[in-house]
């Protein structure tokens, strides 16, 4: 568990006894607080590149390592050779990451990409309508008629495609 510390009635005195994991841990507390890791794994692509993305992915932060999980042991050596570049890579994209990245670490698992491969092929067996189909028709006259009033045609435009996605 984290523990607080009052900075405002610190005094030189206490920073011998205070030990610098508190502080640490402190900082980490807050920063947790502000960063979405999922920022992380939407720009995982743009940081490894889309080939290398297809077989790894952002785990967690634990401690001062970025973990990494990967498709095969060859990927996560692999990435280990070039462990700096992709900590420079994530520093650029998230500058915030640097006093808490130290390392990165992996691990193998692969049935990780298995399951998220399923997942993919299961969303693509769900029919999509066709702009020509009358069901589709019918819809999109349904949605008009239900965000008529919705003044921003762009707006207007991704409500009625939500619509008629989600029916």
Known sequence: MFKKLDFKRLNFGDLDRIDSHDIKR???HSFFLTF???DLIKKWPEIVGVKLAAVTSPLKIKQDS???ITKHSSY???LSFSSEMI???VFKHFPNLKPIIKKLAFQTQENFFEQKLVKEKELALIPKLHP????YKILKQEAERLFSEVADPELKETLISIFIQSK
Do not use: C, G, I, R
Not at 132 to 135: D, T
């Open 76 to 78: 996560s050596q692999e």
């Open 132 to 135: 020509q189909s009358p069901k």
């Open 66 to 68: 970025l973990f990494v």
């Open 36 to 38: 979405d890791f999922l």
């Open 26 to 28: 402190d900082e980490m």
């Open 87 to 89: 900590k420079k890579e």
